[in-house]
């Protein structure tokens, strides 16, 4: 896959362009773009941003527009694990690799990023929009208005942020980010060993990977996460498409933790009969999420 | 569930390599493997199905008189249990942790080929020499064999399978199919993934090269499958097949419904649903709190590709359209609304059409007065881009075939009341998806007189204001000028008037009127008895069509006449052959409301105002037609009062048209009439 990022100063917006090659699959939209100005870019986070962005298409040859410095070339190989990805462009003289000093954690719309939040303090809220008009870059909020989550590699927590993770990278030098908070909590084996490949990555751009939640037990989380209808704002502002909180089960699911920390039986059973009702109509959840539908709001795990 | 179902396809084939590789798959490390075989039509099957049952295969056989690897294929895969495919060939024999690798890999990968290099064993190595694997030998002894196929096997998803509709059967005997499946993957969103882990191999026993391409017959075989390979870049194949199964199907689209209090219509749309020429998918309807249960009315289809889901109360239909695409099992999603009736090639022509990286594809529609019967194609902008959408030209939403994976991500706005389907195909455009005209109109629109109310035409005007703005608004006053110019440069897509008259034979029945058309052996001369006939028809509300011939048996040459049943055209048939030998009968349905057949195509062409004249004549048809006889090839008449006809005149070259209304002026009672309606 050879990539190419084309700035449009005048509409300020950003274009990933891609050429699919002999083993490489076709994405899903004519191209990538997101919304705004970037005023620095590195070479080498814009080739991560790009190898993440088209994670899921690429096979055989990744060829990043501007090529890669030697440090991150080993990374971006085994992000690709366990295809055999040759990397082309890659450029053996020593080259300044930026360092931030600032915290961003990925909004996802989900509980675990409330969650998240809580555990770790951060500096920068960063969230792409499918929908929103423009760019919003303040100094605690980063909106990007983007299609890049159209290309995410599929089901499951980890793979979901895929998409934010590599426009954070793109915002990363602008922003000052050193630090990425992913609001993950269970992951299967796949993505838990996607996420050893994708932290040793950023690593090598100088961006931290914090997971504060993965693995964390049912005590925890639920002690992190507030009154339900504390978050109401909150789900409305971060699901776009949706009426009331109520058509959301990461609500219902902040409303059985909420109960079962409280010890209310009714409200239980009506958040486990709506999370049931989620479920049959189709929503997919992680298996510790399933299987605490399944045990009316007790930690099969703990 | 088995983990993985691995499915050869074979005929005529030499039992001896057949029963060394069905013994290395049993050697697998996996447990529980199945393995389907399938019988292209050996002569020899007795002895074929008698190997399965000792390695516990599964047996298909299909009768065919010519071989075809990827018919066979798809006969097998059909019959497999598992949502993992490994196809592969009776040469070709795996290495026992190929097959967890593999699996693992597809886990890893769901989108995705998996193709494991073979390796040729040398002359030596067939299968009396395979009695048992040396693996550490076979890997010294053996070749490697270029990519330039795909080296005897793939593995992929069941999903896949059912997004491609599986191996071109278009390719017969074998050789290109592999290539072809994998690249029409790859414009699907799948990669190709070549496994380089040295603990999974395939090797090729040695066998007498066959003789494929010998005979001039086999060149022109592997060079169609060639052109095909190199030519055809569509998506989707075999649309006339079906590879339904009711244990294990995985359905190619999802047909979504959503509706709310219109049971009857809802019927009439299932049941055009079902009607489709291609069969492999799921309809889901889902009731939007309807005031009475559409389950009992839906139940007579008794087909188990229909869901019906109701909602407990009424959401709306952007919530409802949401719901069944988080329902839906199909890897397209064709959106239908409940009143609308799909064309029966709609599927075929929509998936056929998909090509490239295209996510999926619209098409025309027709609107039909549920009431008159009127009908008014609408054949849909040629291009689906952003430009067009931000300036309203936009595909009809009931008309389009998207993949699901589109859907997921693109939710309708359930916040906006109606017309959340502009706002969705606008940011969808914005996305950069890409979407294909068929080609074809797809579905009958219908329109219901008085069908929204105030309050709805409202909500409609201001969420598409909303939507216009928000799509306006990310550009610049530049950028929105020229897309202003391309969207005006956006054409409306030619289809032929003949489809939508091939078309109209599928509306509702009450919208349909019987046609039959005479021939006379002998040109009728316009006197006499015979005009008794014809007044008399007209008189019974029969409006007719007549053709004349020219030159020395000039007269009328044929009629053609509505009729309500097939007992009122045996008495036309009956009453017109009283008065001349008919030569030859034809039926067929055309839109009521559309009475004159000559002028109908001209009408959907969209030249029919101006193209044809029609006036008020008085009774003396028989006057009227001897001069309309001597200048026109046809004319139109039906009755309009009680000595009143009115005339349609074809379209003439002007000194002809002048010289036919100078002439008929006699005739005329009213001021002349342009429209046909």
Redesign the interface.
């Known amino acids: 896959m050879q990539t190419e990022t084309v700035f449009d100063p ?2 300020r917006s950003i274009t990933i362009k891609y050429s ?1 090659e ?12 997101i ?1 705004g100005r970037l005023v620095e870019l590195n070479r080498d986070r814009e080739a991560a941003a790009h190898a993440l962005l088209l994670f ?5 040859q990744f060829c990043p527009s501007r090529g890669c410095g030697v440090d991150v070339a080993g990374p971006l190989r085994d992000l690709f694990s ?3 990805v040759n990397l082309t462009g890659v450029d053996l003289s020593p080259a300044r690799i930026p360092s931030g000093v600032r915290t961003a954690i990925l909004h996802d719309g989900t509980y675990r990023t409330v969650a998240a939040a809580r555990a770790r303090r951060s500096d920068v809220i960063f969230k792409l929009s ?2 929103a ?2 760019t919003l870059v303040g100094p605690r909020n980063i909106t990007v ?1 983007s ?1 890049f ?2 290309f ?1 590699p ?1 089901r499951g927590q980890l793979n979901a942020l895929i998409p934010s993770i590599a426009a954070a990278l793109l915002f990363s030098e602008d922003a000052g980010l050193g630090r990425l908070v992913l609001p993950i909590h269970d992951l299967n084996q ?1 993505e838990l ?1 996607l996420l050893n490949r994708l932290s040793g990555l950023l690593a090598a751009v100088n961006i931290a990977v914090e997971a504060p939640l993965l693995g964390k037990n049912l005590r925890t989380l639920s002690e992190l996460l507030p009154d339900p209808s504390s978050l109401e704002l909150f789900f409305t502002e971060g699901h ?4 009331t909180p109520d ?1 959301l089960s990461d609500f219902w699911f902040v409303k059985l933790l909420w109960a079962r920390r409280t010890g209310t039986p009714k409200d239980l059973d009506e958040a486990t009969a709506r999370l049931q009702a989620f479920s049959e ?3 997919v959840f992680s298996s510790w999420e399933q299987n605490l539908i399944m045990s009316r709001g007790t930690d099969a795990h703990a | 569930m088995p983990p993985l179902s691995v499915v050869i396809g074979l005929r005529n084939w030499g039992l001896d390599r057949l029963e060394v590789a069905l013994r290395s798959h049993r050697a697998s490390d996996t447990a529980d493997l199945e393995i389907v075989i399938s019988d292209y039509g050996s002569s020899n099957c007795d002895d074929v199905y008698k190997i399965t049952q000792k390695f516990g295969c599964k047996y298909v056989y299909s009768k065919a008189d010519v071989w075809s690897r990827s018919a066979a294929l798809n006969a097998g895969i059909k019959e497999a249990a598992s949502h993992n495919i490994l196809t592969t060939d009776a040469d070709i024999i795996f290495t026992p942790k190929s097959h967890d690798i593999l699996i693992k ?1 597809l ?6 080929v998996q193709i494991i290099q073979c390796r040729d064993l040398p002359e030596g190595f067939g299968s009396a020499s395979l009695s048992n694997f040396d693996w550490s030998q076979l890997f010294k002894v053996s070749s490697i064999r270029p990519r330039w196929g795909m080296g005897g096997s793939a593995t992929f998803t069941k999903a896949l399978f059912a997004r491609l509709h599986g191996f071109d059967e278009r390719m017969t005997v074998w050789g290109g199919e592999d290539n072809d499946f994998v690249q029409r ?13 040295p603990e999974a191999r395939i090797y090729h026993i040695w066998h007498t090269p066959d003789s494929r391409g010998a005979s001039p017959a086999e060149t022109k075989i592997v060079e169609n499958n060639k052109k095909l390979l190199d030519e055809d870049f569509s998506v989707v194949r075999n649309l006339s097949r079906s590879f339904r199964r009711p244990h294990s199907f995985v359905p190619t689209v999802s047909i979504v419904i959503a509706t709310k209090n219109r049971p009857v219509l809802l019927q009439e749309c299932v049941r055009s649903c079902l009607e489709q020429t291609f069969q492999d998918f799921e309809i889901i309807v889902v009731d939007d709190g309807s005031d009475e249960a559409l389950r009992p009315r839906l139940d007579n289809f008794n087909d188990g590709r229909l869901r019906v ?1 109701q909602l407990e109360h009424s ?2 239909i ?2 409802a359209r ?2 069944a695409t ?3 099992h199909g890897e397209y999603i064709a959106i239908q609304d409940d009143e609308d009736l799909m064309l029966p090639q709609r599927l075929e022509h929509q998936l056929g059409s998909i090509a ?2 295209f ?1 999926g594809a619209y098409g025309g529609s027709i609107t039909f007065n549920d009431q008159s019967g009127t009908l008014i194609p609408n054949p849909g902008w040629k291009e689906f881009d952003r430009p067009s959408t931000m300036f309203g030209r936009i595909p009809a939403h009931g008309t389009l075939l998207i ?1 699901r ?2 859907l997921e ?7 906006f009341q109606t017309n959340s389907s502009f706002h969705l195909l606008n ?1 969808i455009a ?5 979407l294909v005209h068929c080609g074809h109109y797809v579905i009958l629109q219908r329109l219901r007189p008085h069908d929204h109310a105030a309050s709805d035409s409202l909500a409609r005007n201001c969420t598409s204001a909303i939507s216009k703005s ?1 799509a306006r ?4 006053t ?2 929105e000028q020229q897309y202003r110019k391309a969207a005006r440069a956006n054409p409306k897509m030619r289809i032929a008037a003949s489809e939508v008259i091939t078309a109209s034979r599928h509306l509702p029945p009450h919208l349909l009127s019987e046609r039959v058309k005479l021939e006379f052996r002998t040109p009728l001369t316009a006197a006499g008895e015979r005009m008794d006939v014809l007044r008399s028809l007209l008189a019974n509300c029969h409006p007719i069509n007549i053709d004349f011939s020219k030159g020395p048996q000039s007269g009328i040459k044929a009629v053609t006449i509505a009729c309500d049943s097939s007992k009122e055209r045996d008495e036309i048939i009956s009453t017109l052959s009283g008065i001349a030998e008919i030569q030859h009968v034809n039926s067929f349905v055309l839109p009521r409301a559309h009475v004159d057949t000559s002028q109908i195509e001209a009408y959907f062409e969209g030249v029919a105002v101006g193209s044809g004249d029609y006036m008020n004549v008085g009774d003396d048809i028989e006057g009227l037609l001897q001069t309309v006889g001597k200048h026109c090839s046809r004319c139109f008449l039906a009755t309009v009062g009680e000595s009143e006809y009115r005339l349609g005149l074809p379209q003439l070259e002007e000194p002809v048209k002048a010289l036919v209304h100078a002439k008929i002026g006699r005739f005329l009672t009213s001021n002349r009439h342009i429209s046909e309606a």
């Not at chain 1, 002999?22 to 773009?33: E, M, Q, S, T, V």
């Not at chain 1, 899921?56 to 055989?60: A, E, K, N, Q």
């Open positions: 005048f509409e699919p002999r083993y490489d699959a076709y994405p899903p939209a004519a191209n990538a773009w919304e899921s298409f690429i096979s055989g366990p295809r055999s499918e929908s008009q423009t208005s299609n989550n159209f995410s599929g796949s060993d776009e498409y949706s009426n058509d109509a189709g929503h | 890999n886990r890893r990968m769901p989108d995705s993957a790859r414009r699907s969103g799948a990669i190709l993934n070549w496994v380089e882990d889901i959401r709306g952007a919530f949401n719901h988080r329902l839906a490239h990286d996510a993949r994976r589109a991500h693109y939710l309708y706005n359930e916040t940011r914005r996305g950069g998806i890409r928000m608004a990310a550009v610049s530049n950028l």
